[in-house]
């Protein structure tokens, strides 16, 4: 299996280009099944996790045209241009050996039921960062008018005829939940409101997309109208059609390099961000002493470069993860990776996963000082790392792991990079072309 092999690293210098957002592409992939024709994205990134999902797609019955382009001095591919054929007639069973291997696959579920009128998706497992319960998905649906059984580890889903319109409550503004009811919502009969939605930028991304696809869908958000809680409102159509789109900037990618750049000091340019989805991030890396600026990109794109200098002396930030625009659960690990490094103690709060903490054992084995009680990690600054062998446990875990092995004396081995394979595109690539010492090894 292959690992890394990361140095301790000076400082990283020099520009670079986020690639589109993972979270986003997962569920506008899927979407693509709720409309029969050619759909055209562009900047999906070329991750574990969309090659997942490509083979998903084909195995429903659908035909993807990949053009790829190499970059890195040819030493990777990007995907240039991804179109998904979907047929008219689709395969509706998801199973166990293709959804085990990815969570996301839960996504398919709406878009089947709303185009098939029944469907047979493999009950995702759970993973390293908490059991991952789908019930608030299953809940959405059945308010929808599908019936749904739990069957052999088979989520059985029927609806005779089109699903109704419904309102729905949702317990927590799950990411999953409202995109696979706002798909299934997108070709049902009648108006559908899910009441405490999420409307991370993700998801917006996936309601652009559905509206470019002909689907009637408002949103307010309870930070602009004042609400107490988000609303999307769907009003079903009876067909889509499919259409074309660009992907939304990895906002989590961006923010990973922005903390490696806090964290070994120097001068960082990212381009192709949208700093409007990481202002939170952005607030507290200036709170922790980094200079930061946001210039708009001046084209049609809506994106922004972003600058980061840092002189490696970190204050101590206390944060706690929540939802969008709070700050995000998705870079927790990372801001603990650089609170070792901090001029005094921190504390983080988990708040979205119960068991988000995987990576404070191998953390301390680099030579951090982290307790946890409960849901709370206390951080000890001043830690000076040194290089170990240790092992990602889940995405974001890794790379934490990897911010660490750029400031820890010596040559730290991460293992078990597979799952970083699954949500960074070029990690090595990206950070050797800013200076830092990080190869890949079989
Ligand atoms: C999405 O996961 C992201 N994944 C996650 O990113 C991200 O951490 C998460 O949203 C939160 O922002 C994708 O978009 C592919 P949730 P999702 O449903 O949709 C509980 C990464 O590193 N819950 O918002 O699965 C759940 O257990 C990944 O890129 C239920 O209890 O997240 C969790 O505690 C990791 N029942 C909380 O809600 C349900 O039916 C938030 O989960 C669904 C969720």
């Not at 409960?374 to 990897?402: E, P």
Request: net charge positive.
């Amino acid at each position: 299996m292959d690992y890394f092999k990361v140095q301790k690293t000076l400082s990283l210098n020099g520009k670079i280009n986020i690639s589109g957002a993972k979270n986003a592409s997962l569920p506008l992939l899927f979407s693509s099944l709720l409309a029969e024709g050619k759909h055209s994205f562009s900047n999906i990134p070329n991750l574990e996790d969309v090659k997942l999902s490509f083979k998903l797609l084909k195995h429903f019955g659908c035909n993807i045209e990949v053009n790829t382009k190499p970059v890195f001095d040819k030493k990777a591919l990007s995907l240039s241009s991804v179109v998904i054929d979907v047929p008219k007639k689709l395969k509706n069973i998801a199973p166990y050996e293709l959804v085990r291997k990815m969570r996301a696959s839960i996504l398919c579920l709406g878009p089947l039921i709303a185009r098939c009128h029944q469907a047979k998706v493999s009950l995702p497992g759970g993973c390293a960062i908490g059991l991952r319960p789908v019930d608030y998905h299953i809940d959405g649906l059945q308010a929808l008018g599908a019936d749904l059984k739990l069957l052999d580890g088979y989520i059985e889903a029927n609806a005779d005829g089109l699903l109704k319109g419904a309102n729905i409550n949702l317990k927590f503004p799950s990411v999953g939940a409202t995109e696979n009811i706002i798909m299934a919502a997108s070709l049902a009969a009648g108006s559908t409101c899910i009441n405490n939605a999420s409307l991370e930028p993700e998801v917006l991304d996936l309601i652009f997309y559905l509206k470019k696809m002909g689907a009637d869908i408002i949103f307010s958000s309870k930070q602009e109208d004042g609400l107490d809680k988000n609303k999307i409102i769907i009003n079903g159509v009876e067909r889509l059609k499919a259409s074309c789109h660009k992907v939304i900037p990895d906002r989590i990618e961006a923010g990973t390099f922005l903390i490696a750049g806090a964290m070994t000091g120097g001068d960082l340019h990212l381009n192709n961000v949208k700093a409007c989805h990481l202002e939170s991030l952005l607030k507290n890396l200036q709170a922790s002493g980094c200079k930061i600026e946001v210039e708009k990109c001046g084209d049609d794109s809506g994106e922004d470069k972003i600058y980061l200098s840092s002189d490696k002396s970190i204050t101590a930030v206390n944060i706690k993860t929540e939802v969008y625009p709070g700050f995000p659960t998705d870079l927790q690990a990372q801001w603990m990776s650089m609170m070792t490094q901090a001029n005094g103690k921190s504390i983080i709060e988990e708040t979205i996963f119960e068991n988000r903490f995987m990576h404070i054992p191998e953390l301390n084995r680099l030579g951090a000082n982290i307790k946890v009680n409960k849901s709370t990690a206390f951080i000890s600054g001043y830690a000076k790392l040194k290089s170990a062998s240790v092992m990602a446990t889940d995405l974001r875990a890794g790379s934490s792991l990897v911010l660490a092995g750029l400031v820890a004396t010596g040559e730290t081995q991460i293992h078990r990079i597979y799952h970083l394979d699954r949500g960074y595109e070029f990690l090595e690539h990206k950070l050797s072309s800013v200076g830092a010492i990080i190869k890949r090894c079989r």
